[in-house]
């Protein structure tokens, strides 16, 4: 998260932005810090387009800036302005700049009950790619593959698998290597227990917790030589 002075310098940006028809996105550390990304942001990045330029030292006039100096690259102007103490790092990239050139799906985040327009953290990580700042690029694909991971973990999904006697047992869960180890330690379903845990066999992705219930019922309906033909479909 952010702090109370970053969060009222935002809200600040948001409404001077309302009614502007300017196309802007948070960006940089304080939009990774806010999408979950554990990073200490040093000051507020936003990015807009170059041909906006003049209208927005219009309407931050009032705000103490440093001098506008073009990047080495080529591909934008950058200037800090200070808004409540915080700085705010101004980004007005020409249309080849990094950002405009990898802009995917851009998000908005509720703030203190204002819509905040933001890049998304793919957009991001391909930003810094463009520029070179490996690091952090890198920071930001660990977090993405670690929330796949998370969301796999929480998939619901119905499973079938094969006792030491030969039968079948069906259940549900949103974690299979967890419950393949109860089944194992002898922790998990009482039938299991009683006939011992051999091995799984199939897996089937289910949309949430009810609809796998439902495909673990309809599934211990059908006889034997059957069930095994619905991992398949």
Known sequence: MISKEYTEAIEIIVKRFHNSNIEWYLAGKTNLALQGI????????????????????????EFKKTEIEELVNGEAKEFIMTISNVSILVCAEYLHGAYWVVNKSPIKIEIANLEIP??????????????????????????????????????????????L????????????????????????????????????????????????CKAEYWIKQLPRSEKLNTFKE
């Open 38 to 61: 554990d990073i200490i942001p040093s000051q507020v990045g936003i990015v807009i387009h170059y041909e906006d330029l003049d209208k927005f030292l219009d309407i931050f006039s």
């Open 165 to 212: 006697d030969g039968s079948y047992y069906t259940g549900v869960t949103n974690d299979v290597e967890k419950r393949m180890k109860a089944h194992k330690s002898k922790k998990g379903s009482k039938y299991v227990m009683r006939h011992g845990f051999s091995h799984l066999i199939a897996t089937k992705p289910c949309k949430d917790k009810s609809d796998a």
């Open 118 to 163: 933001c890049f998304s953290l793919e957009s991001e990580r391909e930003a810094y790619t463009k520029i070179g700042l490996s690091e952090k690029a890198r920071i930001i694909y660990d977090f993405l593959e670690k929330e796949k991971e998370q969301m796999v973990e929480k998939a619901w999904c119905v499973y079938i698998l094969e006792c």
